[in-house]
């Protein structure tokens, strides 16, 4: 598949492309007790797209991060998402200490979900560090996959105008690749539904494809639905359900090897989320407990849900909802 016949696919009948995606995935659709924990906001990159990151924000203390992450193992979360910002006053550290201590509490009955690609080059090279070098430091002490976010659109084009400081499309690639050969999942985004093009979301997939060809190292691949409000494109309106119903089919059909499609319900709405698993999407992400990013840029959804509502949510669309690891391996089935 090319970046054209990636791009005809978009131009094709939603309900149709639905059901090629839908029939991709099996019946069980899945999600995860997770919890978000943005440590700082303190950005020195200021992207136009971004209402999260502030000049004097929070930085949360090594402490308070294990405080919170501990507590949310207490309550059952099997996944912590641990992402920030470009912070000038963090070190390679502050993550050792975070990471290195939740394993010696917690062991490795949690999976710790760390650091964008974005992030790994900022503190990299603020820490005079190689990529490889890093991500092994981070490894060691505890580290067992990164996120898939700071991919926002991999076209230098875009990138030059909503993201214009962070590391370009091939760095983060390369990144990826890197963390992949040392043994370090990780999940893909792609931001879409502001400024860029259908080839723009075409190329991007395609990008992502070949590098799971050469590596396997992807678990998941999450389709963000960008929200214009308090960022510099505040002017636009968000994409219509049917286009992020449409972009979501096609990354099932392009990405059929990566396990998981998730419709991120924090982004997309419970609603759109739900209809999101007959469209290709076959998890909904987790409980999340306290996300901030997304809410920064208006999201109106609830700061958590509960697993019996995520599970009420994947019945509802006809499907049969099974809890999982960071890694898509199925931990319950709820019949």
């Excluded at 949310?72 to 070190?91: F, W």
């Excluded at 964008?116 to 503190?123: D, G, L, P, S």
């Excluded at 709405?269 to 409980?287: F, M, R, W």
């Amino acid at each position: 598949m090319n970046v054209k016949e990636i791009e005809d696919l978009f131009h094709q009948d939603m309900h149709q492309l639905g059901r090629i995606a839908d029939s991709i995935n099996g019946r069980i659709a899945t999600f995860s007790v997770n919890r978000h924990i943005n440590y700082t906001n303190v950005c020195v990159s200021k992207c136009p797209i971004c209402a999260y990151h502030r000049e004097n924000g929070y930085v949360m203390g090594e402490d308070d991060v294990i405080r919170y992450a501990v507590e949310a193992i207490r309550l059952g979360a099997k996944e912590l998402h641990i992402v920030g910002s470009h912070n000038p006053e963090i070190d390679v550290e502050y993550f050792e200490k975070i990471f290195s201590e939740i394993k010696k509490r917690c062991g490795n009955g949690v999976a710790i979900k760390a650091l964008t690609a974005t992030e790994i080059h900022y503190y990299a090279k603020k820490d005079g560090m190689s990529i490889r070098e890093f991500l092994s430091r981070l490894k060691d002490a505890g580290l067992d996959m990164l996120p898939g976010g700071g991919a926002e659109i991999l076209v230098e084009r875009i990138r030059k105008r909503i993201s214009p400081s962070k590391a370009s499309s091939e760095r983060w690639l390369r990144i990826m690749e890197i963390a992949h050969s040392l043994g370090i999942r990780s999940n893909a985004t792609m931001l879409f539904g502001h400024i860029e093009s259908l080839r723009d979301r075409a190329v991007h997939l395609n990008k992502l494809r070949k590098l799971q060809e050469r590596t396997g190292g992807f678990v998941s691949f999450i389709p963000l639905v960008f929200h214009p409000e308090n960022t510099s494109f505040s002017y636009m309106e968000k994409t219509s359900p049917q286009d992020i119903l449409k972009t979501v089919a096609v990354s099932r059909i392009v990405l059929s090897n990566f396990r998981g499609i998730k419709a991120y319900w924090v982004m997309m709405g419970e609603k759109l989320a739900q209809v999101a698993l007959n469209y290709g999407a076959n998890d909904v992400d987790g409980t999340v407990m306290g996300e901030r990013i997304a809410h920064s840029a208006g999201a109106k959804t609830p700061a958590e849900l509960t697993k019996e509502r995520l599970a009420d949510m994947i019945r509802k669309a006809g499907k049969v909802p099974a809890e999982r690891d960071a890694f898509f391996n199925v931990v319950e089935v709820f019949n």
